[in-house]
């Protein structure tokens, strides 16, 4: 497998996946290519008057089974095919863990690091403004991703609003809780990752007591993933962000660390048991390796010297092809991030569906529910391994969600 960029990453890992599934070569070739990608230069009034033009995508892959889902992340990074790429996941995700939607994704090319709060905010609704015609409560919603979250989401749904001449909550996910957002969105990413820890660890070798793991990134995915690991009897022994790690054999008090980040402070300035650095931490001999920040952080010389016994993916896309073999070839079993992050897509639906029925759930409501859906899909996911005979979840994982969107393309038919 070759590491051509991340859609065609993206292609080969289903051409891979597909020949465990009965969907016809005429179909699989629809479910390859994305429906629509929109373009949109958004002008950009920098609070010292002068503007620019920042490039922002919308990709809406497939909505075979329902209306687009997915993030809009802000990254100086962000390409037109990295969006794609992470549309077609979300098709994949929407589909493994049986959701009645499709796959969409959105990016804009900013640092919001380099930005005030006024122009994120800018941006965010001229971006919103720009991508307004193919969004909608039954068309395609956005939700937070890299970069974003509530306080974005908020002013998506504003923007919309405004234009309807009418509130529509259910445009967009990851709302604030007074804007009919729901309780356990936040934490809902991290809440699956460690959810999925905990199924994968009994279901290899026993329990989570005695349990270490090292999380990469400590955003909102990992920090969350962390203090949750914690709460179920995990040790966590390192986390990391942009400006390094930190390392305790004998356990990081998490909720210190938590709260450390939480109040906008880096890990540089953690006073840690021992510092290190973010390729050392993707080395550890752990138990489990989390990587929970951006794509193609395990590479193959990564690989080669993980000493971790299992890899669960909280970001998308962080094993490079390469490093994906070597992961197989040396035994080390992965879930991968269709499975491992799809905590925050299932609460999305929640919310969204608590929206459209104008009704609110508790917070344990939504947190029995997550727990129920994303076990089925892991218990789908092995099921299926153990069908084919092969210890490739990620491969598992593919041919589910394939089989289901080539399943529903079948009953629907080729247009017109
Ligand atoms: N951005 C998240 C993901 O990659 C959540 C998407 C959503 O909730 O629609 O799964």
Not at 44 to 55: K, N, P
Not at 171 to 198: D, N, Y
Request: glycine share 10%; with cysteine; proline share 6%.
């Amino acid at each position: 497998m070759s590491d051509g960029g991340p859609f065609e990453n993206l292609r080969t890992m289903m051409d891979r996946a597909h020949e465990y599934t009965d969907v016809p070569q005429n179909v699989f070739v629809r479910m390859k290519h994305p429906e629509r990608t929109l373009r949109v230069g958004v002008p950009l009034l920098r609070d010292d008057g002068s503007e620019e033009i920042v490039e922002g995508f919308r990709c809406q892959f497939d909505s075979t089974r329902g209306p687009y889902k997915g993030g809009i992340r802000y990254h100086p990074d962000v390409t037109v095919e990295e969006v794609i790429a992470m549309a077609g996941l979300m098709s994949l995700k929407t589909a493994l863990v049986d959701l009645q939607y499709g796959g969409a994704k959105g990016g804009v090319v900013v640092d919001p690091k380099e930005l005030s709060r006024d122009e994120i905010k800018r941006v965010t609704r001229r971006y919103t403004e720009g991508i307004r015609r193919m969004i909608g409560p039954e068309m395609d919603i956005p939700a937070p991703d890299m970069n974003t979250g509530p306080r974005e989401m908020a002013w998506v749904m504003d923007t919309y609003s405004m234009y309807e001449g009418y509130p529509v909550p259910e445009v967009v996910t990851g709302k604030p809780l007074e804007l009919g957002g729901t309780p356990g969105r936040i934490e809902a990413t991290g809440r699956g990752v460690a959810i999925i820890t905990r199924e994968f660890v009994e279901h290899v070798q026993g329990s989570l007591e005695d349990t270490t793991v090292a999380i990469q990134g400590f955003g909102n995915v990992g920090s969350w993933t962390a203090k949750i690991l914690e709460e179920f009897g995990a040790t966590v022994v390192a986390v990391s962000d942009v400006t390094g790690a930190i390392y305790d054999p004998d356990g990081l008090d998490v909720e210190a660390v938590f709260e450390h980040a939480d109040a906008g402070g880096m890990l540089d300035s953690y006073d840690a048991e021992e510092e290190i650095s973010n390729d050392e931490l993707l080395r550890l001999d752990v138990d489990v390796l989390i990587p929970a920040a951006i794509a193609d952080v395990i590479t193959d010389d990564v690989a080669e010297d993980l000493r971790a016994e299992i890899v669960v993916e909280a970001a998308n896309g962080p094993t490079t092809p390469a490093a994906d073999r070597v992961l197989r070839e040396r035994n080390i079993p992965l879930i991968p991030d269709i499975l491992a992050n799809s905590g925050g897509v299932i609460v999305s639906y929640l919310e969204w569906v608590q929206n459209t029925q104008e009704y609110a759930w508790t917070l344990e409501e939504v947190n029995e529910d997550l727990e129920r859906r994303i076990v089925k899909g892991f218990d789908d996911v092995i099921r299926r391994a153990d069908e084919l005979g092969t210890p490739d979840f990620r491969v598992a994982a593919y041919a589910i969600a394939i089989q289901r969107i080539g399943t529903a393309h079948a009953y629907r038919g080729l247009f017109p």
